[in-house]
Every structure is written in C-alpha cells, then in structure tokens.
C-alpha cells in the first residue's frame, strides 16, 4: 500500500522537459507491489512520461519510470534499473620500482 509520508521529489522541480526524480521507500511492499498498475495513482497530478521514482522496497533498490499518465492513472514502464553489489575488484596501488642509488 502506497505511504505518502516516504514520497518526495528530489532537487528543484520544474515544469520543463526533463525528467522529474522522486524518491520513495516502502517497509512493506515488495518491489513487484509497486509496480502493480495503480501503486503510484494518488500522485498522478505531479508525474508526465519520463518521471524517474527511486524505489527502496523491502527486497530491492531500483530506479523506476512513469511510462504514461492517463487521467488518474499511472503507467509504469516495465524496464527498472536493479542496484547491484559491487564487484569485488580490489584496487590496486601502483608501486613506485625506481630503485634509489646508494650516495
């Protein structure tokens, strides 16, 4: 069920051709509940095709987008951004192999 109180829009908003971001977070529903058509309905008025929500569900952190809105209803595209772990790729320090001469 979709809480208002964990709903904000990120940085300035503007009624321009960029996307809008919004942050939301939920401690109850999975991340395929928010997809569920209708999820984000009651916030119809502030999102235009293009909108960008980042979503921290009880199971996963994704970035989502409003495919359409048509009247009250909003259209999630079914393309999401999933965060994935990082890789564990140590750097490596790059290592001086001058050797100093003796004065």
């Given at each position: 069920?979709?809480?208002?109180?964990?709903?904000?829009?990120?940085?300035?908003?503007?009624?321009?051709?960029?996307?809008?971001?919004?942050?939301?977070?939920?401690?109850?529903d999975?991340?395929?509940?928010?997809?569920?058509?209708?999820?984000?309905?009651?916030?119809?008025?502030?999102?235009?095709?293009?909108?960008?929500?980042?979503?921290?569900a009880?199971?996963?952190?994704?970035?989502?987008?409003?495919?359409?809105?048509?009247g009250?209803?909003?259209v999630?595209?079914?393309?999401?951004?999933?965060a994935?772990?990082?890789?564990?790729?140590?750097?490596?320090?790059?290592?001086?192999?001058?050797?100093?001469?003796?004065?």
């Amino acid at each position: 069920m979709f809480d208002d109180t964990c709903f904000s829009p990120i940085g300035g908003q503007t009624i321009k051709s960029a996307p809008t971001v919004y942050s939301y977070r939920t401690e109850t529903d999975t991340l395929q509940n928010v997809m569920v058509p209708g999820y984000f309905n009651s916030k119809s008025l502030l999102f235009a095709p293009g909108s960008i929500i980042n979503v921290v569900a009880v199971d996963e952190i994704a970035q989502v987008f409003v495919k359409a809105v048509e009247g009250v209803n909003v259209v999630m595209d079914e393309r999401v951004i999933l965060a994935q772990p990082l890789k564990a790729n140590p750097v490596k320090k790059k290592t001086n192999n001058r050797t100093q001469k003796a004065a």
